[in-house]
């Protein structure tokens, strides 16, 4: 089944959570390694270039997955659940579709506002054009810190989230976790 | 100063070692005994180059601080030597960070390799008023050999100009990051003006 059902999620919505989940730990890991100020310029060149790379395609995937939630409909929660945790997993997982779309944009206006106006060569493929952005040091520098803001934030929140999908799994011994790894989950 | 087309072919007759039909008045046309001789290579000079970038536009720069000569054989053009050298670290592209990225190891490391060097080994006239100066390249510790066009553009009694241009692989100087966003070519276009020692 691709799609999510009553209380089910579909594949779609599995394989976008785990890749794009992958490749945020990834960007973020990435994105702190490359901005270490003692590190090899080539290296540090090159990974700058892979982190925007996966950081488009990170984009790109959570735009179809913000379509695909948005269109979709959502499995009910899980049983066992009061109502401050739906709240709190609701509002939780608006914010983190929200800083899946917003930082890989900030990512892409720090590039483009970069007074160093380096092509964003994708994959050595095809060149993605830079955001309308007038370039100035003060424009990349806010873009930059919005970035690293909006970055770490999204990894904070990602602790919390992943925190809960365990806590809910080791020590509830509920479906939350389970019923996001795998398509049919019938007796939750 | 604007150079007449006879001026020009008058140098480059002499360069290459033609007998030259001057007048005898020694004082105003240049003889054959002027062109030939050292030049040291001055500050007028301007050492551009261009590394373009996928998408079109690139890095656009220039050296400050470099020195040469231009020897110039007599009877011979092809005997002649040029040697250059230039100071990687005070290259100029407008933009402080692409500068010390230049300079660190990641291309010229100006720390370790303070200068780049070129001694011509062969000039070859290619026209009236045009060379190719073949010779050895040593940037980064590594010694090619490249080639550069030289198109003579001003020449009289105490000064000697070339326009000289010409593209350098950088893979070859282990200075390939950047590749391929960034052109492996670096296009040198130089306005090279000596003054007679
Ligand atoms: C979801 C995707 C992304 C994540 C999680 C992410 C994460 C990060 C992190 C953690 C940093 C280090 C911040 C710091 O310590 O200063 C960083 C820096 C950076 N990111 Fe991203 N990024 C993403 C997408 C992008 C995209 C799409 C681009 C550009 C197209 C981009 C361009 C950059 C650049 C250029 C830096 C270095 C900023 C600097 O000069 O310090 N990022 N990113
Ligand atoms: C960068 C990392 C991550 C991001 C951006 C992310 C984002 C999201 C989003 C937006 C949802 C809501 C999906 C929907 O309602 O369609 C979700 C659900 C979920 N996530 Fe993540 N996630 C990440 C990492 C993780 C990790 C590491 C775990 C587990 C250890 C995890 C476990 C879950 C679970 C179990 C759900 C389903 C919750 C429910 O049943 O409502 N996520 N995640």
Redesign the pocket.
């Known amino acids: 089944m691709l799609r999510n059902g009553p209380d089910a999620f579909g594949w779609v919505t599995i394989l976008l959570h785990w890749t794009i989940a992958i490749?945020?730990a990834g960007?973020?890991v990435?994105?702190?390694v490359?901005?270490r100020p003692d590190i090899d310029p080539v290296l540090q060149f090159d990974l700058?270039q892979w982190?925007?790379s996966?950081?488009?395609t990170?984009?790109g995937l959570?735009a179809i997955r913000a379509v695909w939630w948005l269109a979709g409909r959502h499995p009910a929660s899980v049983a066992g659940l009061s109502t401050p945790e739906r709240h709190a997993s609701f509002a939780v997982h608006i914010l983190l579709l929200c800083l899946?779309l917003a930082?890989?944009?900030t990512?892409?206006a720090?590039?483009s506002a970069?007074t160093l106006d380096i092509p964003?060569f994708y994959f050595n493929l095809v060149v993605?054009p830079h955001l309308p952005l007038a370039k100035s040091a003060v424009a990349e520098a806010l873009w930059?810190t919005a970035?690293?803001v909006l970055?770490?934030g999204?990894?904070g929140l990602v602790l919390l989230h992943a925190g809960a999908a365990l806590h809910h799994h080791f020590i509830r011994h509920d479906a939350v976790l389970v019923r996001m790894l795998r398509n049919r989950w019938r007796d939750g | 100063m604007s150079v007449r087309l006879t001026t020009l072919t008058a140098a480059l007759t002499a360069l290459a070692g033609f007998a030259l039909q001057v007048s005898a008045s020694e004082a105003k046309a240049p003889t054959l005994d002027d062109a030939a001789g050292r030049y040291d290579i001055d500050g007028s000079s301007q050492i551009n180059f261009k590394v373009g970038q996928v998408g079109g536009g690139g890095i656009s720069g220039k050296f400050t601080k470099f020195s040469g000569t231009f020897q110039l054989d007599r009877g011979d053009i092809s005997k002649s030597v040029v040697e250059f050298a230039l100071f990687p670290e005070t290259v100029q592209t407008g933009e402080p960070r692409i500068e010390n990225f230049l300079r660190s190891t990641a291309v010229f490391d100006t720390a370790s390799y303070p200068k780049i060097v070129f001694r011509s080994t062969k000039i070859t006239r290619t026209g009236e008023n045009t060379a190719e100066i073949e010779g050895n390249l040593t940037a980064k510790g590594t010694t090619r050999t490249e080639h550069f066009e030289a198109t003579l553009t001003e020449w009289n009694r105490r000064v000697i100009g070339f326009r000289i241009q010409g593209g350098v692989y950088r893979t070859r100087y282990n200075m390939s990051v950047g590749i391929p966003i960034y052109s492996n070519v670096v296009q040198f276009d130089m306005m090279v003006n000596g003054e007679k020692h």
């Open positions: 490749l945020i960007l973020l990435l994105g702190y490359m901005t700058f982190h925007k996966f950081g488009f990170a984009l959570a899946t930082v890989p944009v990512g892409w720090l590039a970069s964003s993605i930059t970035h690293a970055a770490y999204l990894a």
